[in-house]
């Protein structure tokens, strides 16, 4: 039962352009989405969270938007530089247990120059 | 930053595995997650003040400790073929209070059971 869904395993983006990743969950009960990232062979790296009680929030070049009604979740990251090729996950958790992040299967994002 | 050892090793169905992590400075929290191949991570169990804290889906042949100086051990008893994963182990502060603040991982330790 997969509660947190990245349907896209990979996605090809030109450098300065916008890259969007996206998540879809199935509980409605989540009340807070993060994304890491991560590189090859090295654990993954926070980047930006949400709580259910938002619908976008913005730190930098990155900005994450929360559509509650449709249960889906985005990642903007503009522009896109190549440092950003990586597998970016999706995760959310529930207030009563929010030391267990539930994760999405990963998109693999590559910038192409 | 989070250390784990070892990074790679193999195993054979049946034996019993011991995985390491050295958490961040000042982190009182270690939370374990294994991650099979093409999947997201998996919550394993979590770590706080010695206390296991909260524990996901996993049987009890998966076992942890949390030391004075907060490293932690993850213990994995009859080994299965399907045990074969990347394990991480992230720390964080206060029982891993996810909004006030996120986790942070070690690179993982590769588990190959054959």
Known sequence: ?113 | GVTQSPTHLIKTRGQQVTLRCSSQSGHNTVSWYQQALGQGPQFIFQYYRKEENGRGNFPPRFSGLQFPNDSSELNVNALELDDSALYLCASSLDGGQVPTGELFFGEGSRLTVL
Not at chain 1, 59 to 64: E, H, I, K, P, S
Not at chain 1, 69 to 86: E, F, M, R
Request: charged content about 20%.
């Open chain 1, 1 to 113: 039962d997969q509660q947190v869904k990245q349907n896209s395993p990979s996605l090809s983006v030109q450098e300065g352009r916008i890259s969007i990743l996206n998540c879809d969950y199935t509980n409605s009960m989540f009340d807070y989405f993060l994304w890491y990232k991560k590189y090859p062979a090295e654990g993954p790296t926070f980047l930006i969270s949400i709580s259910s009680i938002k619908d976008k929030n913005e730190d930098g070049r990155f900005t994450v938007f929360l559509n509650k009604s449709a249960k889906h979740l985005s990642l903007h990251i503009v522009p896109s530089q190549p440092g950003d090729s990586a597998v970016y996950f999706c995760a959310a958790s529930f207030m009563d247990s929010n030391y267990q992040l539930i994760w999405g299967a990963g998109t693999k994002l590559i910038i192409k120059p």
